[in-house]
Nanobody, 113 residues
Framework: VQLQASGGGLVQPEGSLRLSCSVS????????MAWFRQAPGKQRELVAR???????GYADFVKGRFTITRDNAKNTVYLQMNSLKPEDTAVYYC????????WGQGTLVTVSS
């Protein structure tokens, strides 16, 4: 299984970023996929999920700001992040639910002025 997240970077508060995660080695279309994040000194937490059928769910702290989507033809899951806050600073990872043991390197999102 390979999970390759990209699209992170430095953004100012209230800015936007779009993360992508390319997935290989699994039957992507059958999996519930999710984005997780881990801030320095904190545990990894679930941010958003999308089922194989496209049903989505979000953590309360990102509802109304983040949108998760998937493209089964491209084996890719996306996270559109709007109205970013400094507390969104973290390394973002994608994985399935339940997650595989391998997490990939993630992509760092830094929200700062």
């Amino acid at each position: 299984v390979q999970l390759q997240a990209s699209g992170g970077g430095l953004v100012q508060p209230e800015g936007s970023l779009r993360l992508s995660c390319s997935v290989s080695g699994v039957i992507f279309g059958l999996k519930t996929m999710a984005w997780f994040r881990q801030a320095p000194g904190k545990q990894r937490e679930l941010v958003a999920r999308v089922t194989s059928g496209g049903r989505t769910g979000y953590a309360d702290f990102v509802k109304g700001r983040f949108t998760i989507t998937r493209d089964n033809a491209k084996n890719t899951v996306y996270l559109q992040m709007n109205s970013l806050k400094p507390e969104d600073t973290a390394v973002y990872y994608c994985n399935s639910i339940p997650p595989y043991d391998c997490w990939g390197q993630g992509t760092l999102v830094t929200v700062s002025s």
